[in-house]
């Protein structure tokens, strides 16, 4: 399946929950589908995320030359974040036991690569150079490890994806307002109108 990579797919706020919200609706055995399936899909994914999450990376370019040699790797990353964060999110805390699992993804993905990063300005990079998806899926996933970010994740209640909650007073509750949001209004919208024409009927 060939995926439309729109602004809604990126709105994890940091590319690390973009990746892990390429499962969706991870919960229901029923209806969930992985965009990541067709492993050429993650070369779309770091395209598009060049774009998306350029402020992110300083400017630099995701790279995904071979995606069906960098799969497992990129999905251990994947998973690894998704089940930490989100334990993070619904317990208040990071499970120690799934950190080694998490750390170890991250460490295969930054192994085969031959950059810096962290300079100031330059937090991917040198952005004159493309940098491996792999690598910078890492460096974004470890940045989740800061005490600021993991008190901001939040769980979408209409879609189950995580994201990071940027508004002033930490009171953002959907991952995409005019999505998830809009879908929960028109859903309550329904609900009552349809209460209402119970009683009438009564």
Known sequence: MTVSWTPHRFTGGILALDAANTVVLRFDPEKTFDRFDNPAEIARFADAASGFRATELGGRRLEAQSPAEIAAIVLSIRE???RLFRHAVSKGALATGDLPGFLQ???KGLAGSRTEIGAPGQPFGDPATPIAFEAA???SALSLLRD???ARLRICPNCSWL???RSRN???LWCDMAVCGNRQKANRYYRRRTAAREVTNV
């Open 80 to 82: 690894t974040t998704d």
């Open 105 to 107: 993804a991250c460490a």
């Open 137 to 139: 899926l890492a460096v």
């Open 148 to 150: 600021d970010t993991v």
């Open 163 to 165: 994201f990071v909650d």
């Open 170 to 172: 930490s009171s953002r």
